[in-house]
Nanobody
Framework: VQLQASGGGLVQAGGSLRLPCAAS????????MGWYRQAPGKERELVAT???????NYADSVKGRFTISRDNAKNTMYLQMNSLKPEDTAVYYC??????????WGKGTQVTVSS
């Protein structure tokens, strides 16, 4: 499985961004996908996940502001980020987990929120 994240950029606080993550390869093996982020000097943390059955899970810090979704026809997962805060500044990574618990990571995309 190969993952390609994009859509990052610079946005003012209160603004919005949408991050797509395109998947290719053995798509049929994917059980769940997710977004993680890593801010400078901090550990990588979970942002949101979505299963093949479209069950979702969010970090408390983004609940009500971020929405994860997937378009199976396009093999693409999205993270819609609204009401962005400076503390959302980080490199965002998309992730996929296979049914056999193999993890795949895409290259990150930088999100910078200015105050």
């Amino acid at each position: 499985v190969q993952l390609q994240a994009s859509g990052g950029g610079l946005v003012q606080a209160g603004g919005s961004l949408r991050l797509p993550c395109a998947a290719s390869g053995s798509i049929f093996s994917i059980a769940a996908m997710g977004w993680y982020r890593q801010a400078p000097g901090k550990e990588r943390e979970l942002v949101a996940t979505i299963t093949s059955g479209s069950s979702t899970n969010y970090a408390d810090s983004v609940k009500g502001r971020f929405t994860i979704s997937r378009d199976n026809a396009k093999n693409t997962m999205y993270l819609q980020m609204n009401s962005l805060k400076p503390e959302d500044t980080a490199v965002y990574y998309c992730n996929a987990r296979s049914y056999s618990w193999v993890l795949y990571w895409g290259k990150g995309t930088q999100v910078t929120v200015s105050s």
